[in-house]
RNA sequence: CGGGGUGUGGCCUAGUUGGUAAGGCGCGUGCUUUGGGAGCACGAGAUCGUGGGUUCGAGUCCCGCCACCCCGACCA
């Protein structure tokens, strides 16, 4: 436990959860505040993790065949104004360049708030036949949106993403590419992060501005708040007519592609932060996790210097003996500091599993194995834990998100009436699985009264005739109601 | 943009009726240490967020601005 008044210590989660966040965040030495408004530094740790689940990402959307590509920081005034709907959600968020080069510029130029508008018009020469179909492409980028209100990861004014971006000849493809965005981004949370998600539609009002629908992922933090994961758009022919994109199709006629787009940010660097971090700080599932075990070394005299030395060669020797034991991220830190500090130290940053070697261990030829998520101690030889490392990071990996479902689970009720969710919310926060009857009226008064929004309508909510908690009308099925960051 | 709060070495804080900045942590060097945030000694480090004003004199009083945090509206 974090003594009294200790610099280094973080606020409590159960204290104030926003408060911890920030703590964690910059005293784990993921991120800093920068001289711009609402931007951040990523520091060497955080930017890591955003690494590792880049990394992971990138490699589904080149397996789904999308290739990667550059379009630029700057999207002429006419070309973002082309498609109405997209302006018009987008307007406010927008950071124009007005003058460069010590004059005024004829045509502002937007700093891309998201690429849509111009990849739309860059690509109406490449695609002229069915055969040019599909278009499948990625950029991985920064972009700018003017936030009132900034979170370190969570919502920055600029922020590195990751956008898809595709043209088919029919609808169904495009929707299936849909699917395939989504998809990604559920494995990505669930299998790299260990953050369980929720599938689903957005309602038209969440939906992406200029899309004809919305896909998310939804997950719950450990406040037990919503964090929207990822989306994944169906642009129809929204952007195509809006940039004269037309192809000649197989019966001879001239039509337009559908598009669909999807993207992923550093924000679920913080959704990793939240869905599993605790009083002690960041917990990292282990695929994330930069360093996934720590050799603390204990020592005395220089004898015994030497001795735990020669102990964590021999284990570090026979843990590369395999593929899979050479890419465990093993870091010794033998700096001249006392064991506690480097307990603490590397708690907050995470660190899956500890290892510590003192003079006692090595005469019995093991270490003492400290798991981070329970802080559960266990003497192990260590010949026998460099052939089991690997296997048990990925039991600590299955746990993580096995927490995180249970977790989820325990806090995701069905309510029928409009105030079982508010006195449910109010009393202990969650998700609310509730009856509505589709109208965006009833979902804006649940808004503008509570401040809960509906996350989404999820794909595995199966039909169920109810009342409407709004307005007793016709509901089909539960929908998702969440307080969200 | 509205409401609330905070700004003093890298971090946390003290600073009296206004009198020219103090302590702890951290940092550097040396020695002693090392199984849950080690000890001693010496040392470096501050135009008190910023711009004005009042005053012989401002960290302290007054006004403006900025940044950050919390709550709300906008949003990945």
Redesign the pocket.
């Known amino acids: 436990?974090?003594?009294e008044?200790?610099?280094?210590?973080?606020t409590r989660q159960s204290e104030?959860?926003?408060?911890w966040?920030?703590d964690v965040v910059l005293?784990g030495e993921l991120a800093d505040?920068?001289p711009?408004?609402?931007?951040m530094i990523i520091r060497p740790y955080g930017y890591a993790i955003w690494e590792s689940m880049q990394r992971e990402l990138d490699a589904y959307i080149k397996a789904t065949g999308h290739d990667n590509v550059y379009f630029p920081l700057f999207v002429p005034k006419s070309l973002l104004e082309k498609e109405a709907e997209h302006v018009e959600?987008f307007n406010?968020?927008v950071a124009w360049v007005t003058h460069a080069g010590g004059k005024p510029l004829d045509e502002w130029l937007a700093i891309r708030p998201t690429s849509e508008a111009i990849i739309a018009d860059s690509v109406k020469d490449w695609i002229q036949s069915y055969r040019d179909l599909p278009l499948k492409m990625n950029i991985w980028n920064n972009?700018v949106?003017w936030?009132?209100?900034?979170?370190?990861?969570?919502?920055?004014?600029?922020?590195l993403?990751q956008e898809a971006h595709t043209f088919h000849a029919t609808k169904q493809e495009a929707e299936e590419e849909v699917a395939t965005g989504l998809e990604g981004y559920r494995q990505v949370s669930e299998e790299w992060l260990a953050i369980p998600v929720i599938e689903g539609r957005k309602t038209d009002s969440?939906?992406?501005?200029g899309a004809d629908f919305?896909w998310?992922i939804e997950a719950m933090m450990r406040d037990k708040k919503a964090?929207?994961?990822?989306?994944s758009h169906m642009l129809g022919q929204n952007f195509a007519r809006a940039a004269d994109i037309e192809f000649l199709d197989t019966d001879n006629v001239r039509k337009h592609p559908f598009g669909t787009s999807w993207?992923f940010?550093?924000?679920m660097v913080?959704a990793t932060i939240m869905a599993h971090g605790d009083d002690?700080g960041l917990v990292l599932p282990p695929n994330v996790a930069p360093v996934q075990v720590v050799i603390v070394p204990?020592?005395?005299?220089d004898e015994e210097?030497a001795a735990v030395a020669e102990a964590i060669d021999k284990f570090q020797a026979a843990l590369a003996e395999t593929p899979e034991g050479k890419a465990v991220r093993v870091k010794v830190d033998w700096r001249?500091?006392?064991?506690?500090?480097?307990?603490?130290?590397w708690?907050?940053r995470g660190v899956p599993f500890?290892l510590?070697?003192?003079?006692?261990?090595?005469?019995a030829g093991q270490?003492?194995l400290?798991k981070r998520v329970d802080?559960s101690?266990e003497?192990v030889p260590l010949m026998q834990l460099a052939a089991e490392l690997p296997a048990r990071l990925r039991t600590y990996q299955a746990e993580l998100l096995q927490r995180a479902r249970d977790f989820q689970a325990e806090n995701t009720h069905k309510v029928d009436t409009y105030q079982e969710l508010k006195d449910g919310m109010e009393a202990e926060g969650g998700f609310y699985m509730a009856p509505w009857c589709g109208d965006a009226k009833c979902e804006k008064q649940v808004?503008?009264e509570t401040?809960i929004t509906i996350r989404c309508i999820p794909f595995d909510s199966p039909a169920e005739a109810g009342k409407c908690i709004v307005c007793d009308g016709p509901s089909e099925r539960r929908v998702l109601f969440a307080?969200?960051?």
């Open positions: 436990m974090p003594k008044g200790f610099v280094n210590s973080i104030d959860f926003p408060g966040y920030n005293k505040y920068s711009v408004r609402g931007c959600g406010p968020q972009v949106r936030e009132l209100r900034t979170r370190l990861f969570l919502r920055t004014t600029e922020f993403w969440e939906k992406f501005p919305t998310c964090l929207q994961a990822g989306t993207g940010s550093t924000r913080g002690s204990i020592f005395r005299k210097k001249d500091d006392s064991p506690g500090f480097k307990y603490n130290h708690e907050l500890r510590e070697i003192g003079p006692r261990d090595v005469a270490g003492m400290v802080r101690k003497p808004n503008e401040g307080r969200a960051y």
